[in-house]
């Protein structure tokens, strides 16, 4: 009788490795795939939220901003980038709770924010988040003349170019 090794033999240690790498690798891409290869941020998910804010414009993913400037934005809704977007003071809490709980600075949005809020001091609470830092480098090749384009009009468009960006997908 012959002892029993604990590993394959040798004619099957190649296959099995490369069988192995195989999976590893597919993981790692199925894993950055679902992340949106670092350009996801998961879309609002309170309807109340999303139909407040999308009312107007996309509802922009919380994770986006940090806390500080999500309780800016929604203490000043009676001037919000030039128009009145005032709601209930009750449907107000609801909102600035979602955003400020899912802000790129919270547990729940600092996974999908990190790249993008880099650079921002941290007194800072921007307003726009075609003035981050990322999202300036990330824009820089955009011509001026294509964001006066009648189909886009705003840096804030972003389905003008991202179509599934409602989705939370970002890239190009």
Known sequence: MTARTPFPPRRLARPLALALLVVGFSALLLGR??????H???????????EECGSCHLAFAPSMLPARSW???????????????SVEPATARRIADYLVANAGDSAAGRPYAGKLLRGVPPEAAPQRISELPKWRKEHREVPDWEWRHKEVRTRANCLACHTAAERGYYDD
């Open 33 to 38: 795939a679902q992340a949106g290869g670092g």
């Open 40 to 50: 996801y941020y998961p879309p609002v998910a309170d309807p109340v939220v999303r």
């Open 71 to 85: 309780q800016k934005m929604m203490g000043e809704l009676q001037n919000h980038f030039g128009d009145d977007a």
